[in-house]
């Protein structure tokens, strides 16, 4: 199987993803499906609403990046591309970029994040909209504002060693 499956291009972004996305993305429609079982007890809405979720998982991913190659670009150090890997994702830039001073390493940092906790506020409003309807399509925006605040937003601050809240870290003050 290819290292990497190139998936097209977006707003001067290349698109790819790891095979380890595609097992990610079965494992979150099964949990995003589970969860539709519990709260809808239909097969038919619970399929639809994993698979809805795990669609809005990676727009949630995708918007992150977003975030990181707008950031970037206002840098005058852009983005190339982002390759999608498990459920995660990963901001890609060239690889003949100069060193660069951690100023510039901490404001594209930021951009995901800060993006994130953006959408995750539009969500919630979206969902007060929707509310008490207690629909598929209130649970969904439920789960895309909870993801992208403890995911992409607030949980991308977490120095995993694979997240922004890394590169804050290691670039803090240099």
């Avoid at 990610?24 to 429609?29: D, H, P």
């Avoid at 998982?57 to 983005?79: C, I």
């Avoid at 909209?129 to 649970?139: D, G, I, Q, V």
Wanted: net charge positive; glycine share 12%; proline share 6%.
């Amino acid at each position: 199987m290819a290292d990497t499956i190139p998936l097209g291009q977006i707003a001067n972004l290349k698109l790819s993803a790891r095979p380890s996305a595609i097992f990610g993305s079965l494992l979150l429609w099964v949990g995003f499906t589970v969860l539709g079982w519990i709260l809808f007890a239909t097969p038919g809405n619970a399929l639809l609403f994993g698979l809805l979720c795990t669609l809005l998982h990676w727009l949630s991913n995708l918007v992150h990046h977003f975030g990181h190659a707008r950031a970037a670009r206002r840098t005058g150090y852009p983005m190339t591309g982002v390759r999608a890997w498990f459920i995660f994702g990963q901001s890609l830039y060239p690889q003949d970029e100069p060193p660069l001073p951690g100023r510039i390493h901490i404001r594209r940092a930021l951009g995901g994040p800060i993006t994130s906790i953006l959408l995750g506020f539009l969500a919630g409003v979206l969902a007060l909209l929707f509310h008490p309807s207690a629909s598929l399509a209130w649970w969904a925006l439920i789960v895309v504002m909870l993801e992208t605040w403890l995911l992409f937003g607030f949980g991308a601050f977490l120095p995993l060693g694979f997240t922004d809240g890394s590169t804050l870290l290691t670039w803090w003050g240099k």
